[in-house]
């Protein structure tokens, strides 16, 4: 991970969507906030939201509406249940998909949990220049995820390309 190019800290956003989490129990949110500080980055909003379609639209539309929050990370909800609602929820906000994420975090996955990883639906978009991720909610998904892919496509150090160097041209026309 070298390069000429300085790191930049962004702010990032951390939402957990479960029924069963509050702030003592989000373990999955806390792997994120504690990865995404060690790496260098800002932690500008983390919240809990039940597996509700509206409200998890409600509260991603706000942070991708504000140009102060560059990254939102959702743990939780990716599954194949009838409660498993984000990347049905989310799909929707995006401008475009990134279809690259979940095929390499199942990739990923496949190294830990072999075949099981046909069941995560992880997703990842842009939206109004916003990058979003969504993981899995297990801890072990979520440390995956950050430690082998997202920290990396948010550094701009991260050579021969990564996220961060052409978020200024996201809302080019």
């Known amino acids: 991970m070298s390069s000429t190019n300085s790191f930049k800290p962004l702010n990032i956003a951390i939402l957990t969507v479960s029924d069963s989490r509050d702030e ?11 990865r995404l500080k060690q790496a260098g980055h800002v932690l500008s909003a983390k919240k809990i939201v039940t597996d ?15 140009t102060d929050i560059h990254a939102v990370i959702t743990t939780g909800g ?5 409660r498993d609602i984000t990347p049905d929820a989310l799909k929707v906000l995006y401008d475009k998909e990134i279809e690259g994420f979940g095929e390499i975090f199942r ?3 496949y190294a830990s949990i072999g075949t099981s990883t046909i069941q995560s639906r992880a997703i990842a978009g842009l ?3 916003t990058v979003i991720f969504s993981l ?3 801890p072990s998904a979520c440390k995956e995820g950050w430690d082998k892919m997202i920290v990396y496509q948010l550094d701009r150090r991260h050579k021969p390309c990564n996220l961060v160097e052409i978020m200024p041209r996201f809302l080019e026309k």
């Open 127 to 129: 939206a109004n220049g």
């Open 24 to 34: 003592a129990s989000d373990l999955s949110g806390k792997v994120l906030v504690e």
């Open 78 to 82: 990716t599954g194949l249940t009838g």
């Open 136 to 138: 899995p909610g297990s």
């Open 52 to 66: 509700n379609v509206y409200q998890l639209r409600a509260i991603v539309s706000q942070w991708i509406a504000d």
């Open 107 to 109: 990739m990923i996955s």
